[in-house]
């Protein structure tokens, strides 16, 4: 990233930005040809593809059970959607027919799903569910912020329609961009829209005039430093391989749970739906939580969040996210935890 | 840029986001509270003011001389806004009697002008124009993304209400944030909405939890590694001090032009109305636009643009922009134009 700048038009940047979309492709394991990093967080992300998929009327059904889930549902909420909001408890995740019943009962036009719920650590399971979708005519909507480049992402293999990302989890790239991908369902969906999209600089019709195609028409100035970021990034994803690299935030992550265990500190999640991206542990009683956040942060220089939400003061977060997903890392933490804690 | 990342909720962090706001109120020129980077671009920055001023059917008058200000009016559409674009050749500017005609005719909630259209390299004159709109009880929003740093952009001495920038223009940093700021009688419309910002990416009020007052309630994820280089250009900003960089900006540009004028190329635009940062040079008879600019890149590794719009095929456009704008850069344009164009 502190590469000099080139124009955002310039023939090295162009070349920059069709190694992205491909290294992008890869890591969603995608052929959409609509694959490209928004200039904004994850965030800007999520509302890329609430802004253009859902107009006015829209029935948008979201699973809520955690703090993204709700985001989303505000999002869908802001641009027009009806919003069904299905609630679980934060940390459990919705089983296939209960999500059949949602679909049949509201019958919408887009079902909005968080894969990996960064704020309880649950892993949403899939399978099926874009053929509930495609039997009751709706869009997948998913998002992999939490997921993607650290536990299995397959857009294709399981029939998402769009997705989206961050790249300062698992793809382990400084915060800033937000990857989307639009598969053929999601893109006939922005083809056949009655109204624009409200948000003009979050418009993929205009941005694919200049990502895609080879016309290259000027949008907005491409963050330059971002997209050299981003590329290396997905190289290095690409350059371990997608595989290795689920294998290793696994490793990790089993290593974590196992060395909590040791401490008798209990996981939040139920161990079949656990992010190995993210761990809730359960803060044990008479503990006080935000004092070993920063004693973890002040003594020991590791970052690991609160709880937040429904589980606000009951759990602590651990990211084992990209490189940092290891086992010196994890060593390191449970060495911290057991002084701290006195276990 | 390429300091280590830290959390968005790290102490560190923190101290560094009130750093920038105040040096961004320095080179606004401006005691705004509601001073913050967009965590997008520029078109960000202008989007995000659009977004939280414009409610559905407010009327906003948009001064529409080049190709910002028509992007500015196609925002504020989308929005809701009922817009009236008021139209002058690229590279002219508006008259105050001009402005005042149109306020008196719409009553227009918002008036938005380009202050430095970087389509035409045309400077929209402000004297007055607050006072204008303050008679007229609307609101004035401008765009000072090639002006910030470069120009003396004073927003609370001449009355702006709200103001957007980019950084990668006269502020030299990289693309990638979008800075705004909203006066008091801005925030005031902000409080008295009837409808919720469509955005949820650009909505202020949810901005400000985290980047105003002592919560820092977490919004998004803030690009780490962009605040690290927007906090150094604005450090530079203040270390060279707004007087001298301006005169900076002036004394390369009028060296440009009169470098020009000695090859018998022309201005677009009329001596008292251009940019310093932005110069449009009309292409003379019978010369490739298109080639000049490829050689420039290819032979002499300078990047020039072409015209826009109605300017398309007849300018030529130079940035003397932040670190850019120096005699040196100056003259190997000139010594490469005039080996070009064999005059």
């Not at 459990?92 to 009962?105: I, Q, Y």
């Not at 790249?167 to 400084?174: G, N, R, Y």
């Amino acid at each position: 990233m502190s590469v000099p700048q080139v124009g955002h038009l310039d023939p090295y940047f162009i070349g920059l930005m069709d190694e992205i979309q491909e290294l992008l492709r890869y890591s969603f394991q995608t052929d959409n040809q609509l694959t490209v990093p928004i200039s904004g967080t994850g965030s800007a992300g999520m509302e890329a593809c609430i802004a253009n998929l859902v107009e006015p009327g829209d029935r948008v059904v979201v699973g809520c059970n955690g703090y993204f889930g709700g985001r989303l549902a505000e999002m869908a909420s802001r641009y027009g959607g009806e919003v069904e909001s299905l609630t679980k408890p934060w940390g459990e995740v919705f089983a296939l027919d209960e999500l059949a019943g949602a679909l049949a009962e509201h019958r919408p036009a887009i079902l909005g799903l968080i894969h990996a719920e960064t704020s309880t650590g649950a892993r949403q399971p899939l399978d099926g569910v874009a053929d509930l979708c495609r039997q009751h005519g709706c869009l997948l909507l998913v998002d992999t912020v939490t997921s993607l480049g650290g536990l299995p992402v397959r857009v294709d293999e399981w029939g998402i329609d769009a997705a989206y990302s961050g790249t300062q989890k698992c793809l382990s790239c400084p915060p800033g961009l937000g990857p989307v991908t639009f598969g053929a369902r999601a893109a006939a969906k922005l083809e056949a829209r009655r109204s624009r999209v409200t948000s003009w600089y979050l418009d993929l019709s205009l941005l694919l005039a200049y990502w895609g195609g080879g016309q290259r028409t000027y949008h907005h100035t491409a963050p330059i430093s971002m997209n050299y970021g981003l590329r290396e990034a997905l190289r290095l994803v690409a350059e371990e391989g997608l595989e290795e690299r689920w294998r290793r935030h696994r490793d990790s992550a089993e290593a974590l749970w196992s060395g909590l265990g040791e401490m008798g500190l209990e996981c939040h999640v139920a161990a079949e739906h656990r992010l190995p991206s993210l761990t809730t542990i359960r803060v044990p009683e008479g503990v006080d939580p935000g004092g070993v956040v920063k004693t973890l942060l002040a003594e020991d220089r590791i970052e690991i969040g609160g709880g937040l939400g429904e589980l606000a003061g009951k759990v602590w977060r651990v990211g084992l996210m990209g490189y940092n997903s290891r086992r010196e890392n994890v060593d390191r933490l449970l060495a911290a935890l057991r002084r701290i804690l006195g276990r």
